[in-house]
């Protein structure tokens, strides 16, 4: 039986994710580096800011950090209760969950690699998508409770599999932000009126949730507001790129939004939204979006 379970990482994605958690579990508690973080996150919701010691002491624990080196610098030299399952909701690189899988079961604990999907307002609404891979058995005991912020999980396979398949989901999500852009330079171009252009779009073959749901509300209003920064962005697609290697694939489509993404760098691209990458196309072909 599940009766404690705990939050790693409260950024812009885990704070909402942690919580919805009560609704599943009376034993609910959270840590992030930044500690004042928890603190409020227990005033608001419920929930108990503990010790990173503490933290580990559970039936189960999620993580959801920027990167696999973050969680593989955290995990390292930590001692784990025997039976503890590890659900990671990082972006990460798939061998890094094989890795983490083999080490701590040394310690008797599982590991598995359950990225989301869905953006910030997924998880404030809990209705994300959890892409889930390692020990079976074990994902079918912790589904319950992921299903407290998720409204899709699914399980995808041998350890490494969930971060495979969500570092090509955002790959996707580039060429389709790229492609909408490129589309939308022409139609400018042409002097048609942009938003009566994307409201045809979005109601016809071309749309989709890229077209819906950020070039009206971030790209044409000008504001980028930013709920995921375009350098995780830049890691994700390194990781599609990477997979694509390892299977000695060479794909143009890829291989170019790989390079798209690249030319801001990273330092500046952890201050942007994804969204403001649309800005390197503006200036290539000198015309705004709006
Ligand atoms: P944020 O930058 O908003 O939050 C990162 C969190 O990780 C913060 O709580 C931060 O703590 C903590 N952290 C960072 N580095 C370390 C470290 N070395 N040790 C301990 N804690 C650390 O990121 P997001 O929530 O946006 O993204 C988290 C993951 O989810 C990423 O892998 C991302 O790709 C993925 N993701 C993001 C989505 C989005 O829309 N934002 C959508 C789907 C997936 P502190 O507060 O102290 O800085």
């Not at 009766?3 to 034993?27: E, Q, R, T, Y």
């Not at 409770?145 to 599999?161: D, K, M, N, R």
């Not at 389709?176 to 979005?202: D, F, P, R, T, Y």
């Not at 403001?276 to 705004?288: G, M, Q, S, Y």
Request: with cysteine; hydrophobic share 45%; charged share 20%.
């Amino acid at each position: 039986m599940i009766s404690s379970v705990s939050f790693i990482g409260l950024g812009g994605m885990g704070w909402h994710m942690a919580s919805h958690l009560p609704k599943v579990c009376d034993n609910v508690k959270v840590w992030n580096r930044n500690f004042d973080k928890a603190e409020q996150h227990s005033r608001i919701f419920g929930t108990q800011a503990v010790s990173l010691q503490e933290a580990i002491h559970v039936d189960v624990i999620f993580s959801c950090l920027p990167t696999s080196a973050d969680i593989e610098g955290l995990v390292h030299d930590l001692v784990l209760k025997p039976g503890t399952i590890w659900i990671d909701c990082t972006s990460g690189v798939p061998e890094s969950a094989q890795k983490l899988s083999m080490q701590l079961a040394k310690q008797g604990v599982i590991y598995l690699d359950a990225p989301v999907s869905g953006q910030t307002i997924g998880a404030e609404k809990g209705t994300l998508t959890v892409m889930v891979a390692g020990d079976e058995i074990a994902f079918e005991k912790v589904k319950p409770i992921i299903s407290a912020f998720a409204e899709l999980i699914e399980y995808v396979g041998e350890s490494g599999a969930g971060f495979s398949v969500k570092a090509i989901n955002n790959m996707l999500m580039a060429v389709n932000l790229w492609s909408v852009a490129e589309g939308l330079c022409v139609l400018k171009a042409k002097g048609v009126q942009l938003g009566a252009a994307l409201n045809c779009i979005n109601h016809s073959s071309g749309r989709s949730g890229i077209s819906e749901n950020i070039f009206a509300q971030r790209i044409f209003s000008r504001t980028f507001e930013k709920t995921f920064a375009l350098d995780l962005l830049q890691k994700d697609i390194g990781i599609a790129i990477d997979l694509m290697d390892q299977q000695y694939l060479q794909l143009q489509m890829m291989q170019l939004i790989h390079q798209q993404f690249a030319v801001v760098e990273r330092a500046k691209a952890k201050e942007m939204d994804f969204s403001a990458v649309v800005k390197v196309l503006e200036n290539t072909v000198k015309l705004k979006l709006c």
